[in-house]
């Protein structure tokens, strides 16, 4: 049975889809113009973002969300300025809606042509990360699509301040501010309402937890984007500069632990083993990380000082651990680690360390993931690093957009035909 929506749910989604014929005739100036607006005002108005920012803070304290949750809450000066940052690279970018991707003129003279459109609503849900709010709302708004926001109750403060901010930027630029919607009540009985929405929202995006984007896509009426857990490996190989390689497989884990890219389990050849380990454990283990090994690693650690040593549970591989924890496992070849990748990885982000060119094209070739790195970061699989200003998500699924979802991946097609009179024999 159908799940009443709230009346108020239900007005967000009316004027959505009212949004949506307005949008579709806005000028590309005019957008571009609105995302300019929200990046001056993410630092003119920082003091109030962040205001909002520690309010939820503390009461993040207060209900004992973990480390994790609240980094990703955390909003600072530098974030800010990261944020209007990738507002202004998608302002640069070219206005996809319009674009011709292909033109065929048919032997009898007529044209037969395909030109991007938007999507439809897209309605997201979010949690912890408010940066979020900014980066749907302005992919969103550059690439015609109106947009449903719902976040968590632990950023409830910071999201609709950033909401605020982004609509009234809009209004500035004389762009249909209607495109912005903010669901402000945290009432989690909203979100399964928002799931069976189909008359407005046209794609649904969860940003959040393996549980929120599980719920989702067992319970949307619409098209999800249900991907983006991200199960993250590193093979280093026998021929691999250890000195990057330690480097790359720290940064890729401490950088941001907390976030879908980082990395959670380091495959190392028996070779390179020893050696690589020590060093690895040293530097990880100035960064507070746990290290839960396999056997093999286990013993070649046994006498490390200063590492956090602990034995590998079958359940620490294929686990997104979003914290400091990274599980080792010690292979004795290429072959092995690509099977390992297969049996647990998510399909998100995996890398090799290698000076071995066929090791490294038969990675790139057999590894099923949205991207796939040779000797770089796992972190480098976001929006922003890729070119596209921000993500709407990083997808998994394989249809329709994979990786980093910018601009284009917010759009569909639609065929134009022209002729001159033509009628069908």
Known sequence: MATAIAPELEQKGIAARAAARVL??????????????????????????????????????????????????????DRLKAMADGVRVVAALPDPIGQELDSLTRPDGMVVSRRRVPLGVVGVIYESRPNVT????????KSGNPCILRGGKEAINSNAALARLIRKAIADADGPEGAVQFVEDTDRALVLQML??????????PRGSSELVNFVGENASMPAITGGIGVCHTYVDPTADLEAAVAVVTNAKIRRPSVCNALDTVLVHSQVAPGFLT?????????????RCDGRSAS????????????????DFGKEFLDLILSVKVVDS?????????????????AIMTSDDDAAERFRSEVDAAAVFVNASTGFNDGFE?????????????????????????TSYKWVVTGSGHTRP
């Open 24 to 77: 579709a005739r806005t000028s590309s100036e005019v957008k571009n113009q609105a995302l300019e607006n929200i990046a001056k005002a993410l630092e003119t108005d920082a003091d109030t973002i962040l205001a909002a920012n520690a309010a939820d803070m503390e009461a993040g304290r207060t209900t004992g969300l973990s480390s994790s949750l609240m980094d990703r809450l955390l909003l600072n000066p």
């Open 134 to 141: 900014v980066d749907i709302a302005v992919l969103c708004f």
């Open 196 to 205: 069976g929405m189909r008359e407005y929202i046209d794609l649904l995006v």
């Open 279 to 291: 060093s690895l454990a040293t530097e990880l283990g100035k960064a507070g990380v746990e290290m």
């Open 300 to 315: 070649l650690l046994a006498t490390q000082e200063g590492a956090k040593v602990v034995a590998a549970t079958p359940e």
């Open 334 to 350: 290429l072959d092995e680690a690509l099977g390992h990748i297969e049996e647990y990885g998510s399909g998100h982000s995996e």
């Open 386 to 410: 890729f070119g596209l200003g921000a993500e709407v998500a990083i997808s998994t699924n394989k249809f329709h957009a994979r990786g980093p979802m910018g601009l284009r991946e917010l």
